[in-house]
């Protein structure tokens, strides 16, 4: 039976996400009209709320209708996107992360300079499909060291990370690329919020008998935190909605911890913290 709930120190909403919220409230408040270019944050039932509130979202800039006025999520937009956009005239609001606006400039400024440039990260992810269009060459995505360590030789490199990483699997492909390369420049964009929320479940390790995971499906920097409790020896239960909870995986277990991804909203944790009280 369940007696203590430990929240981690660090969850839900980081910065760039909460900013990305706001300024979709502020918008649809002052006209009730706004377009986002694929989901605006990673969490379903976040952006349903959204989309009741008038959001509408199209899955590529040919669906956005000429007149309206467009939200840059917080993962960021390709070159050639914000190209199109800007010779339509059409309104942005542009959210980009400032740790994603800062990975896509040294993209974009050591791919000019004629550096192969090798981004760690998810290639289907939007921030790193968005990554790619600043690049002026080719561009190589890798997900680990056994991937770096199949890219062929050459003489400048840098390497930039999607910015939900972990820094331990940054440091391991760097390490893997250092003997193949002549001159290797090591960009380390991994957001502040990402480590804080992956330092906050290491702190629970050994502490709880269990972690309940709260976060979208397709949320890169909730995936991670689950790949961390996992390593520590945590039974991890990863769930989006309270419907999934079920009494079975609370046996045993006195001492729950509860994390959430950064694009987990506080409405969210606190209504499935209060459903695991009421079971």
């Not at 199949?150 to 490199?157: A, F, I, S």
């Given at each position: 039976m369940v007696k203590e709930i430990v929240v981690a120190e660090k969850a839900g909403f980081c910065f760039g996400v909460k900013r990305a919220v706001d300024a979709i409230e502020d918008a649809l408040a002052e006209s009730g009209a706004l377009w986002s270019i694929g989901m605006p944050i990673h969490n379903l039932q976040e952006v349903t709320r959204l989309r009741a509130m008038g959001l509408k979202v199209a899955e590529n800039v040919d669906e956005v209708p000429g007149e309206a006025r467009v939200l840059i999520r917080a993962h960021g937009e390709s070159k050639a996107v914000m190209e199109v956009l800007a010779a339509r005239g059409t309104q942005i609001i542009d959210t980009t992360c400032p740790f994603v606006h800062r990975a896509q400039k040294y993209v974009e400024e050591f791919s000019s300079l004629g550096y192969a440039v090798v981004l760690l990260g998810d290639g289907r992810h939007p921030e790193i499909r968005a990554m790619m269009g600043y690049a002026k060459e080719s561009i190589d995505v890798v997900e680990s060291a056994e991937e770096a360590e199949?890219?062929?030789?050459?003489?400048?490199?840098?390497?930039?990370?999607?910015?939900?990483?972990?820094?331990?699997?940054l440091t391991s492909v760097a390490a893997t690329l250092i003997p193949r390369v002549g001159e290797l420049h090591v960009c380390n964009t991994i957001c502040r919020a990402t480590l804080e929320r992956q330092s906050a479940v290491r702190r629970l390790v050994g502490k709880v008998n269990g972690l309940l995971l709260i976060g979208g499906r397709n949320s890169a920097n909730t995936a991670k935190l689950r790949d961390i409790a996992e390593a520590g020896g945590l039974d991890v239960l990863w769930i989006e909605t309270p419907s999934e909870l079920g009494r079975g995986w609370f046996e045993g277990k006195n001492r729950i911890g509860v994390a959430a991804g950064a694009s987990t909203p506080q409405w969210l944790i606190n209504e499935i913290c209060s459903e695991i009280a009421r079971m």
């Open positions: 199949r890219l062929p030789k050459r003489p400048r490199v840098v390497l930039i990370s999607q910015t939900t990483q972990r820094e331990d699997l």
